[in-house]
Each structure stands twice: as C-alpha cells, then as structure tokens.
C-alpha cells in the first residue's frame, strides 16, 4: 500500500542492442514516483502529482562506458491517456528529484502531506482532467464548463486516470450532469488495488434522468460488498447499454464523496 513506508518494487526491464525491438515495462506507481538508481541507492526520481502510471527501462550493456556518447539510456516517463486535439493547449507537470532513494521518496511524501486528505475530484471547467474516453466524443477543443458528450458505440465509458483511495473514506460517486433523450441506467465500475482488469459483479448502478437538467447523481458504491480496502480506477458507463443514438449528456463534475448522505 503507498504513503505508509512499504517495501519498495524494483522493475527491471533491459534492452540489449541488436536483440530486437525495443520494449519498455509498464507499471503502477502507487506514490506517485520511480527513481533510477545505481548500485549505492542514489539517483534520479521522476514525480508525478497527476499520474501514477508509468513506463521505462535500459537500452544498453551493462558494461557500457558511460559519457554524453554512450548509447547506454535509461528511460522512464509518467503517462496518462488524453484526447489530443488538433488545437488543443496540452499542460503537464513534472518533478525531478536527484538524491538517494530516501530523499526521493521523502520529498514526495512531504507534497502528499500537504493534502493527503484529497479524494479524486475532476471538475471539467477548463479541460478533461486527464479523463480518457473510449467510444464517446465531446465537443472538442476548447472544454468548456463540462463535458459534451454522445456516443460512437455501445459499451463506451469513461476512465480515469490511476489513484489510491480507500473505499471507506469514500462511500459515494457524485456525477453532476444533465442528460437528453432516453432514460436508462448509467454504471460505475471499480477497479481493486492489487487486481489487473475490471470485473463485472464490481459495479455500481444509477437512473438517468433525461430532462435536460444538470442533476447531481450520487451513486453508492458501497452498496457492492466488492468495494473495499484500496480502490485506484473508475470505469463509467454514462449512457445505458442499447441506448438510442441520440442520447447526450454534459457532464460537469465527478468526484468521490466521503459520506453516504
């Protein structure tokens, strides 16, 4: 589990020169941050405040001289899934922390202090909040006080970016949204800390309302007896499975609650 000084993960991915494509390994990193290290435990730490998924590895023999030359690299990068439009003003932040793996890990834990009491909350006033969407389309660029939303196909769903929350400090989903055209039911999955895919008994249900008024949706995830200990991805299904085409939603606001009422 992160923040509570658990053993660290060591990934280990080599790409040896001539032996094919490269292939880098991907990972959730549950604090937020990775650091290449060498064999004395100091190095380079990569943090991230809005991901905390990653990708890296080596290019290069282990016995490569090293120098401004050497074709020996280490790679790594935080990433997110985003919608890039042609005219879009994309802005991400970054931190890089030299020092040994104590500090790194220390100073991470002195920004997560500061609002270690902060659920995900994406309010989509300017932008998509790092939302990635798979068969749905929006208005496009600029995002303006919501998410415009209709469908391409059915099954299609929102997903949001890797976080870690406990479920018991976060009984409730809040989807502030209006919709049109047919009523239905909407679905909130959630993905457990520890497990690779989502399951379908792991879900949450709400009833659309489509009178074109922008409502606040609470849904109870805790009503599944599968929502419970760590909790670090939603996957919601806005419109109803076999909705017609017209259907739309704007939706404002999604954000985890920490009470049930």
């Not at 990775?34 to 890296?56: I, Y």
């Not at 939303?149 to 406990?166: F, I, Q």
């Not at 009833?207 to 409502?215: A, E, Q, W, Y």
């Not at 929502?227 to 954000?255: V, W």
Request: proline share 5%; net charge positive.
């Amino acid at each position: 589990y992160p923040f509570i000084n658990d053993t660290v993960s060591y990934v280990e991915k080599d790409n040896i020169p001539g032996k094919g494509a490269i292939e880098w390994q991907y990972w959730h990193a549950s604090e937020g941050w990775t650091a290449c290290l060498d064999s004395k435990g100091n190095g380079l730490g990569v943090w991230s405040p809005e991901t905390q998924f990653f990708a890296g590895g080596r290019f290069g023999r282990k016995e490569d001289t090293l120098g401004t030359k050497a074709q020996a690299t280490t790679y790594i990068s935080p990433l997110t899934a985003e919608v890039l439009d042609h005219n879009i003003e994309f802005v991400y932040d970054y931190v890089l922390i030299a020092g040994s793996l104590e500090e790194i890990r220390s100073f991470v834990y002195k920004q997560k202090k500061k609002d270690k009491e902060r659920l995900p909350d994406y309010y989509f006033f300017k932008d998509r909040q790092h939302i990635a969407m798979y068969g749905l389309r929006d208005n496009g660029w600029p995002v303006k006080e919501g998410l415009d939303l209709r469908k391409e196909k059915d099954g299609a769903y929102l997903l949001t970016s890797l976080s870690v929350w406990s479920a018991s400090a976060a009984p409730c989903l809040e989807i502030q949204a209006a919709y049109s055209g047919d009523g239905g039911k909407g679905r909130v999955y959630f993905l457990p800390f520890g497990q690779k895919d989502f399951d379908s008994v792991q879900v949450a249900e709400f009833t659309i309302i489509p009178d074109g008024k922008m409502r606040k949706y609470r849904i109870p995830l805790y009503s599944s007896s599968t929502y419970k200990d760590k909790i670090i991805q939603l996957k919601i299904e806005p419109f109803p499975l076999h909705s017609a085409d017209g259907i739309t939603c704007k939706i404002k606001r999604i954000r985890l609650l920490q009470r049930k009422d």
